[in-house]
Nanobody
């Protein structure tokens, strides 16, 4: 059974940093693209960042560019999201996602992802 488990969320003041981690089990995602999305109450799930299977290409939501960095460690089957200069508007539940097919691109479309974690809460206070 494939599982994605997020960790690293919490409460931080504006301007602070958090590092989210997602550990996959049940299969290797070495050759698949992975990403992070977020959702706030009353809003649609929103793309945050993605990285392709080769680690050569990544994409970001415009409002997090320059502040967030996505990286993957294929030996550990993990993908991380380093979040710096956090703002109150970054408050959300953050979800890790993995595509089901190999060789995919760093897509911002949630329908491109077959596997999802349960989410981790990030709260940024002003």
């Amino acid at each position: 059974q494939v599982q994605l488990v997020e960790s690293g969320g919490g409460l931080v003041q504006a301007g602070g940093s958090l590092r989210l981690s997602c550990t996959a089990s049940g299969r290797s995602f070495r050759n698949t693209a992975m990403g992070w999305f977020r959702r706030t109450p009353g809003k649609e799930r929103e793309f945050v960042a993605a990285i392709d299977w080769s680690r050569h290409s990544s994409s970001y939501l415009d409002t997090v560019k320059g502040r967030f960095t996505i990286r993957r460690d294929d030996y550990k089957n993990t993908v991380n999201l380093q979040m710096n200069s956090l703002k109150p508007e970054d408050t959300a539940v953050y979800y890790c996602a993995a595509q089901g097919v190999e060789g995919g691109s760093a897509s911002s479309m949630d329908r491109a992802y077959a596997y999802w974690g349960q989410g981790t809460q990030v709260t940024v206070s002003s």
